[in-house]
């Protein structure tokens, strides 16, 4: 059963950096995208960035392109989100999400069955 496991989460100043994880266990993801995504309060869940974990493609929501950078270590079984130049508006619960890669879908959240806990990102003014 595939496993997600975010840590990184915190509270940083706008301008500021953070760097989440996801450690990702369970099966291999030869075939799978991994994802993050994000729910603000009263929002609904959006897409943030994604890596198509055998050839490392990766796509991002523009809002957060230029600033976000999705990667992923091998050896690790990890996915990461490096977040700089962060804004207020950042501010949500960041989700890790793994299902079998589809171009077409890749930056929806229904079409993703496993999702971690979450992980709170709070930017302060």
């Known amino acids: 059963q595939v496993q997600l496991v975010e840590s990184g989460g915190g509270l940083v100043q706008a301008g500021g950096s953070l760097k989440l994880s996801c450690a990702a266990s369970g099966r291999t993801f030869s075939t799978y995208a991994l994802g993050w995504f994000r729910q603000a309060p009263g929002k609904e869940r959006e897409f943030v960035a994604a890596i198509r974990w055998s050839v490392g493609t990766t796509y991002y929501a523009d809002s957060v392109k230029g600033r976000f950078t999705i990667s992923r270590d091998y050896a690790k079984n990890t996915v990461y989100l490096q977040m700089n130049s962060l804004k207020p508006e950042d501010t949500a619960v960041y989700y890790c999400?793994?299902?079998?890669?589809?171009?077409?879908?890749?930056?929806?959240?229904?079409?993703?069955?496993?999702w971690g806990q979450g992980t709170q990102v709070t930017v302060s003014s």
């Open positions: 999400a793994a299902d079998f890669f589809r171009a077409a879908t890749v930056l929806i959240p229904t079409y993703y069955d496993y």
